[in-house]
């Protein structure tokens, strides 16, 4: 998190900066789209092959504005340093704003002091712009939710991964190679969902904690259909590459790698090494695992062969 001191200039007006996030192939707020084009187009943002960082602030006002830089290496330093617990000068250059919008895209529970509370810039009656950003709904379940979701599986592996008693996946057969099972967990969304949990800081409702649940149970069937078509689906990428953004691979323990693919209505995450994990737009709140099996290893090795990697 930057010291609120910091600030950039946003049309003329002292900009306190209070976080910033990279907008790149490899790692973008997955809130925002599912892939890297539908992201930047959530902010009205060509595709840029390099990437963006966006510096979330407020200006003297209170109001809020996310200034878009193409320096994406001084914002990736940034968010580095913050995450270690160092201070940094977030202070990119003029000449590196590529535009300022009004508003935020992703929710931010922080303010900057000594100034008004954050709210919408006044619009300018010159100008016809487009309405303010503001965060994806995720009050209810839908695509925005899902993807968080996914977030916070991929950020707290260990967790979620010891709910699941690899005995209980289904033997494979000729007829089901994947060893996906239908994987209903009574890790479900309810009222009292923690909020605030996703790494962009996005409020939402996410499954619950792994550590609060009962225990994961998963039947020995082999049949979930949503699965079978998330891993059809996932196959048909290796064959043919889905739009930039669509498969990541990041950094996990030892010599594995942690994969996230999303597409229309799912998400899948998944250790190189290990099992995968599924949400659907249509299930919500349910959290599938799919156990190795013969194909899945496989699938695995392929689709980090072809995903998108951090520099």
Same mark, same amino acid.
């Given at each position: 998190?930057? %010291?609120?001191?910091?600030?950039?200039?946003?049309?003329?007006?002292?900009?306190?900066?209070?976080?910033?996030?990279?907008?790149? /192939?490899?790692?973008? /707020?997955?809130?925002?789209? !599912? @892939?890297?084009?539908?992201?930047?187009?959530?902010?009205?943002?060509? *595709?840029?092959?390099?990437?963006?960082?966006?510096?979330? =602030?407020?200006?003297?006002?209170?109001?809020?504005?996310?200034?878009?830089?193409?320096?994406?290496?001084?914002?990736?330093?940034?968010?580095?340093?913050? @995450?270690? =617990?160092?201070?940094?000068?977030?202070?990119?250059?003029?000449?590196?704003?590529?535009?300022?919008?009004?508003?935020?895209?992703?929710?931010?529970?922080?303010?900057?002091?000594?100034?008004?509370?954050?709210? @919408?810039?006044? /619009?300018? +009656?010159?100008?016809?712009?487009?309405?303010?950003?503001?965060? /994806?709904?995720?009050?209810?379940?839908?695509?925005?939710?899902?993807? &968080?979701?996914?977030?916070?599986? +991929?950020?707290?592996?260990?967790?979620?991964?010891?709910?699941?008693?690899?005995?209980?996946?289904?033997?494979?057969?000729?007829?089901?190679?994947?060893?996906?099972?239908?994987?209903?967990? !009574?890790?479900?969304?309810?009222?009292?969902?923690?909020?605030?949990?996703?790494?962009?800081?996005?409020?939402?409702?996410?499954?619950?904690? *792994?550590?609060?649940? !009962?225990?994961?149970?998963?039947?020995?069937?082999?049949?979930?259909?949503?699965?079978?078509?998330? &891993?059809?689906?996932?196959? =048909?990428?290796?064959?043919?590459?889905?739009?930039?953004?669509?498969?990541?691979?990041?950094?996990?323990? =030892?010599?594995?790698?942690? &994969?996230?693919?999303?597409?229309? %209505?799912?998400?899948?995450?998944?250790?190189?090494?290990?099992?995968?994990?599924?949400?659907?737009?249509?299930?919500?709140?349910?959290?599938?695992?799919?156990?190795? %099996?013969?194909?899945?290893?496989?699938?695995?090795?392929?689709?980090?062969?072809?995903?998108?990697?951090?520099?």
């Amino acid at each position: 998190m930057a %010291g609120t001191d910091d600030a950039v200039a946003a049309e003329d007006d002292a900009l306190y900066v209070l976080t910033a996030v990279l907008l790149t /192939p490899a790692k973008f /707020p997955s809130v925002l789209g !599912d @892939d890297y084009p539908e992201a930047c187009a959530a902010l009205g943002l060509a *595709p840029m092959a390099d990437g963006y960082g966006l510096v979330l =602030g407020q200006d003297g006002d209170g109001a809020r504005w996310t200034v878009v830089v193409d320096d994406v290496s001084l914002v990736a330093v940034a968010i580095a340093s913050w @995450d270690c =617990g160092m201070e940094y000068d977030l202070s990119p250059d003029e000449n590196s704003m590529v535009t300022a919008l009004p508003g935020w895209p992703l929710a931010l529970a922080v303010s900057a002091p000594g100034v008004p509370a954050p709210h @919408d810039p006044a /619009p300018d +009656a010159e100008a016809d712009d487009a309405p303010p950003l503001t965060p /994806p709904d995720t009050e209810t379940w839908g695509p925005a939710q899902r993807r &968080l979701g996914a977030d916070e599986i +991929a950020l707290q592996w260990a967790a979620w991964r010891e709910q699941i008693d690899d005995s209980a996946f289904a033997a494979e057969t000729g007829e089901e190679p994947t060893g996906a099972t239908d994987g209903a967990t !009574d890790e479900t969304t309810d009222d009292a969902s923690a909020r605030d949990r996703a790494g962009d800081a996005a409020a939402s409702e996410t499954p619950d904690d *792994p550590d609060d649940a !009962d225990g994961a149970e998963t039947s020995a069937s082999t049949s979930h259909e949503g699965i079978r078509r998330v &891993l059809a689906e996932v196959r =048909g990428y290796v064959e043919s590459p889905p739009p930039l953004g669509r498969v990541r691979s990041a950094f996990a323990s =030892g010599d594995a790698r942690t &994969l996230r693919a999303d597409g229309p %209505g799912w998400s899948m995450v998944a250790r190189t090494d290990d099992i995968a994990f599924v949400l659907l737009d249509d299930e919500p709140g349910e959290v599938l695992p799919v156990g190795r %099996g013969a194909e899945l290893p496989r699938l695995l090795e392929a689709l980090d062969k072809m995903a998108v990697r951090p520099v």
